[in-house]
Structure formats: C-alpha cells, structure tokens
T-cell receptor
Framework: DAMVIQNPRYQVTQFGKPVTLSCSQT?????MYWYQQKSSQAPKLLFH???????NEADTPDNFQSRRPNTSFCFLDIRSPGLGDAAMYLC????????????FGPGTRLTVL | GDSVTQMEGPVTLSEEAFLTINCTYT??????LFWYVQYPGEGLQLLLK?????DKGSNKGFEATYRKETTSFHLEKGSVQVSDSAVYFC???????????FGKGITLSVRP
C-alpha cells in the first residue's frame, strides 16, 4: 500500500546532541510537510517542501532544519535539541493543490534527556 | 485568517451512544474540510473529508456534512464503540492559503 513512513518511531537524544528524523513516502506526492505536536495540542507546521522549494514558517526556530534529497525522502534535523523540543514529530504529504488532502505518517516521538 | 473552532472536551460516552462533535470554520474562498483521528501514540489518520458545500463525507460509520450556510462540519456517529476512543481534529485547507488549519482537537472516551 502507498504510504508515509517515519523512522524511528521513538528517538531519545541528549540535550544539545543533534538528531535527525526521517520520512519517506510511496505516494509520489509533490509536497512534504513537517509538523511538531506537543501533548494535548494540534499539530504545528514547521516547514514544507513543494518539490525542491523549501518553505519555512515564520515562527519556526533556526534550530530546526530540513532536507529533501529526492521526491521520496525528507529529513528533519534538530541541531541542538532543548528540553522544549520533546514532542511528536509528524510528516505529511500531499499532491500540492490548495485543497488537497494531507496524508500523515505514524510520527516519531522525541524524548530529550 | 482561516480558523477552525471545535467544541470543548473531553467527551465521555457509553458504548452504543450517539456521537456529535461540533466544528465550525471561518475561511475565505472554497475550502475543503476534514476530520482526522489520532489514536494514542499514533499519527493522524484521515477519517473523512468533503470538498464542496452539501457534500457528505463518511467512513467507518462516521458522517459529516459540509454546511456552507452555517459554516459547519459536525461529526456524527450513530453508535460509538470502545475502539473509537481517540482524539478528533477538524481541519480545513484551501482558504486564505494552502496550509492545513486545525481545530484544537477533542478527546473522546467510550466506556464499555
């Protein structure tokens, strides 16, 4: 089945130690999104790629970076994780139209010690 | 800007009870409307969607109708099960921008 895959499902890192989260998709969608979701809150968009074009949200901290080496893969890099970055990170994809459906992966739960 | 308002939660129901979760929206243009469900420790799953006025989305016994006159997209199910316990998010896209705008989400707990 076509799907969005995130690895790992659980990631533990130390305060200040860089971490990379991975997302892949078999839907061949143009757009890939990264969201941060904290407990009991709605997901918050960090940034997205439309093909190779990177679109950062104005309030996304510089500590968060992303790479999209090809259509299928997208990475979220957290350069120096702080305790406040502990959250669920969700990857989503869509074809790219204004009203198109976004399809989400299972998420990566990040713990910062 | 676009916004989605969901009723306050949490909601606790007995199995086989009728469910309504209210959702209203504010948006320019002709947005699509969505309900996503999130089970504990999981990502968001698309439950149903509607792309134009008077459309009814349905899936797994859940239904929601896109009401442009009342700017609403209320979620209903005739008989809930314990397995429906989850967080439900109402969302829209295609209003003022291409982003997905979420409501705050509501936790549903169904007891046997």
């Amino acid at each position: 089945d076509a799907m969005v895959i995130q690895n790992p499902r659980y990631q533990v890192t130390q305060f200040g130690k860089p971490v990379t989260l991975s997302c892949s998709q078999t839907l061949n969608h143009n757009v890939m999104y990264w969201y941060q979701q904290k407990s009991s809150q709605a997901p918050k968009l960090l940034f997205h790629y439309y093909d190779k074009d990177f679109n950062n949200e104005a309030d996304t901290p510089d500590n968060f970076q992303s790479r999209r080496p090809n259509t299928s893969f997208c990475f979220l890099d957290i350069r120096s994780p702080g305790l406040g970055d502990a959250a669920m990170y969700l990857c989503a994809t869509s074809r790219g139209g204004l009203t198109d459906t976004q399809y989400f992966g299972p998420g990566t739960r990040l713990t910062v010690l | 800007g676009d916004s989605v308002t969901q009723m306050e939660g949490p909601v606790t129901l007995s199995e086989e009870a009728f469910l309504t979760i209210n959702c209203t929206y504010t948006a320019t243009g002709y947005p699509s409307l969505f309900w996503y469900v999130q089970y504990p420790g999981e990502g968001l799953q698309l439950l149903l969607k509607a792309t134009k006025a008077d459309d009814k989305g349905s899936n797994k016994g859940f239904e929601a109708t896109y009401r442009k006159e009342t700017t609403s997209f209320h979620l209903e199910k005739g008989s809930v099960q314990v397995s429906d316990s989850a967080v439900y998010f109402c969302a829209l896209s295609g209003g003022a921008n291409s982003k997905l705008t979420f409501g705050k989400g509501i936790t549903l707990s169904v007891r046997p």
